[in-house]
């Protein structure tokens, strides 16, 4: 005989399954909506609010979109309010504390402010916000360690401080006591250390700052790449300030004299090369390259027919007098009438002299720098050959000297 259904137990079963999709619902409809919040909290912050108004995140960006629009003229009072309900949500939401602090800043309420950032400073010490107030409150307070404390902290920190503290801290090593503790920090070696030294080469407001800076760094035993060190000595020739320029190539380069040409024999390998260097000119075609080696290096130079030109170069800054440029030349494919030839010229244009450079040996000649010339550039020119192959060659040694020394 058949046992009767329980029907009872049936329905109970059916409503603690409605029940369970029921709850699965909710779970996955709360779940879409702090997803989509989070989404939405950094480009728009109101409608994060909207999703998710119980989460202390959503409450805190919108919080600093309402102090964005106070500093512009709005609501006064909703920045802090929002940011009370953030921190009521969740204590620990550092940006809000951040919105705190800066309210009560703008509310003149220096106490209050700096009681808000001590937390925030406890909570977290990635909060760029936090740490931007902290480098201007020292800044006020004029404590140095402090301020580059903090700038520390933000650039290990924060993908953002670069773009933001990078031209800030570049422009203010103008400044000694700056420029002696930024020094000292460096001297951790920090990791942001290669990329403010690469920027501060090339974009730095203030050469003579940058040298000075670089040269500190050397006597500590920091090491400064060739392309910054040529970056910062090219942007001081550029600027007049070739003293400067030298003084710092000078402490780079060991055992340099400014009255003779430096590397006679081509043999420094350089990543990247000061006006102060041989540096080859590649132009319209003519063309050279430095080959270096543990003995001794060689220049290479070419042209096609019909061309000309500059193929390297030298700044000089050398003292008035007589001077004798020499050195060796070999495998030059040129007529005599079309060999190429050492000039020496006046930074205002004035030609201080020639010397032609012989097909295959040594050559020799004489060049005179007037006491009206303080700077100078001795260039290695390609005549304009007709023939089809054009013209190479290359030199083994070049030198430049006074001319009691060449005897």
């Not at 942007?235 to 710092?248: D, H, I, M, Q």
């Not at 400014?258 to 590397?263: A, P």
């Not at 205002?348 to 040594?362: K, M, S, Y």
Request: hydrophobic share 40%; charged share 20%.
């Amino acid at each position: 005989m058949a046992k009767p259904v329980d029907t009872r137990r049936s329905q109970r079963e059916w409503i603690v399954r409605a029940l369970f999709a029921l709850l699965v619902l909710i779970a996955g409809f709360w779940t879409v909506r702090q997803t989509l919040a989070a989404l939405s909290r950094t480009g728009d912050p109101e409608q994060a609010y909207r999703l998710a108004p119980t989460d202390g995140r959503n409450a805190a960006a919108l919080a600093q979109q309402a102090l964005a629009a106070a500093a512009a003229g709005g609501a006064r009072s909703r920045p802090r309010l929002l940011a009370q309900e953030a921190l009521r949500l969740d204590p620990t939401t550092v940006s809000a504390v951040s919105v705190y602090g800066l309210d009560a800043q703008m509310r003149e309420d220096a106490v209050g402010a700096r009681a808000a950032f001590a937390y925030a400073q406890q909570l977290s010490r990635r909060d760029l916000q936090t740490q931007l107030w902290a480098i201007e409150d020292a800044v006020g307070r004029g404590d140095i360690p402090s301020v580059l404390l903090h700038y520390d902290v933000a650039l290990r920190t924060s993908r953002r401080a670069t773009d933001i503290l990078f031209p800030v801290l570049g422009s203010a090593i103008t400044n000694p006591a700056v420029r002696a503790a930024l020094i000292r920090t460096l001297g951790s070696r920090p990791a942001w250390q290669n990329d403010f030294i690469s920027f501060v080469s090339t974009k730095g407001a203030d050469p003579e700052a940058t040298a000075a800076l670089f040269m500190g760094l050397r006597a500590h035993g920091h090491r400064i790449s060739d392309e910054a060190t040529a970056a910062v000595t090219t942007a001081l020739v550029r600027r007049g300030s070739a003293e400067t320029a030298w003084r710092y190539y000078a402490s780079v380069r060991s055992k340099v004299d400014r009255s003779r040409s430096r590397d006679p024999n081509f043999k420094l390998n350089l990543a990247e090369t000061t006006p102060f260097d041989w540096t080859p000119v590649n132009d319209d075609g003519a063309s050279a390259s430095l080959q270096s080696g543990d003995t001794g290096g060689v220049l290479n130079f070419t042209a096609p027919s019909g061309v000309g030109g500059t193929v390297l170069r030298q700044q000089q800054l050398l003292p008035p007098g007589i001077y004798r440029i020499s050195g060796v030349s070999s495998g030059i494919n040129s007529a005599e009438t079309a060999l190429p030839y050492w000039v020496l010229q006046c930074s205002d244009g004035r030609e201080l002299g020639r010397v032609t450079i012989p097909a295959q040996g040594n050559f020799s000649g004489m060049l005179t720098v007037p006491s009206s010339c303080r700077m100078q550039m001795l260039n290695l020119m390609v005549r304009s050959s007709d023939m089809i192959a054009g013209i190479s060659g290359q030199i083994s040694r070049a030198e430049l000297r006074p001319a009691q020394q060449g005897r």
